[in-house]
């Protein structure tokens, strides 16, 4: 990484941080306590050096999945309704107390495609966005998931939150976006079967590499590299650099705010401006 990248990743000021399920959940599907609080902590650290973070969670039906001790994602609609419905006030309750232990107050933004298609909805979440970050309020993202007919949900859901934090990404004009995952970075082979695949610190054209995405990691997830790559070219494409890395020590998010080369870092392509908030 040359020093104007790094610099630019300890300038970072406005910072959204995506975590999936596989971070948050053990793989019985109960709730990884550990990694929640040191995801708070590393977190609660950058707000207290007044930056501004805004968290993409999922997990909800992940959580829901392990109240009940479903080892496998359910396939109907109304089940993973309930699911999400049960898991989502679990994950909010859960992250309300650890962040209440370092004095910090966090509010719950759940949106659907509609919310930011419809330019009137998307300058009240816009607004949302910028009067909690006033507030020094921790907004904890996730996607609604109260529509239940198939046609409807595919016009009104964004599918994966590896795409909605890069949504919401551009939506607050980040600096950056980083997206903690079950694997640390994008490898030229599949690490899982070849133990000589190696890690790709750096990618300035995601068209040259998207052969090397796989699918989905985990049975509680539904995202894999493919989604973060469609990810990285929202995000870079608005002007924010992003950063796939390892969730196993959320304490990384310091690591990569230090300049640290860790994970793989998408490049931001050059644009005159992007929304501001």
């Not at 910090?104 to 930011?116: E, G, N, R, S, Y």
């Not at 870079?236 to 870092?265: H, Q, R």
Request: charged residues 25%; hydrophobic residues 40%.
């Amino acid at each position: 990484m040359d020093e104007n990248l790094r610099n630019e990743l300890k300038s970072a000021q406005r910072i959204v941080v995506k975590v999936g399920t596989s971070t948050l959940t053990h793989e019985s599907g109960k709730m990884n306590l550990v990694r929640m609080e040191r995801l708070s902590l590393a977190i609660s650290e950058l707000m207290n050096e007044n930056k501004e973070v805004i968290l993409v969670s999922s997990g909800a039906i992940g959580v829901g999945m392990g109240k009940f001790n479903f080892r496998r994602r359910p396939l109907g609609m109304g089940m993973k309704q309930a699911l999400a419905a049960v898991g989502q006030c679990e994950l909010m309750n859960i992250y309300s107390r650890l962040f209440s232990t370092y004095n910090h107050t966090v509010a719950q933004i759940l949106l659907t495609k509609t919310d930011v298609n419809d330019e009137m909805r998307r300058k009240n979440v816009i607004n949302t966005f910028k009067s909690l970050l006033e507030f020094g309020v921790l907004p904890i993202v996730n996607e609604n998931d109260s529509v239940s007919v198939d046609e409807i949900k595919s016009l009104m859901m964004f599918g994966d939150n590896d795409t909605l934090s890069a949504v919401v990404s551009k939506l607050v004009s980040a600096d950056l976006l980083i997206i903690l995952s079950d694997i640390d970075g994008l490898y030229d082979s599949n690490p899982k079967e070849n133990k000589e695949s190696k890690l790709i610190h750096t990618v300035t054209d995601i068209n040259a590499i998207r052969e090397y995405a796989g699918g989905s990691g985990t049975n509680r997830g539904t995202g894999g590299m493919v989604t973060k790559l469609d990810a990285a070219e929202i995000a870079t494409g608005a002007g924010i650099n992003m950063i796939i890395a390892s969730g196993s020590d959320p304490m990384v998010i310091l690591d990569i705010l230090k300049g640290d080369e860790l994970g793989t870092l998408f490049v931001k392509k050059d644009v005159e401006t992007h929304e501001n908030l």
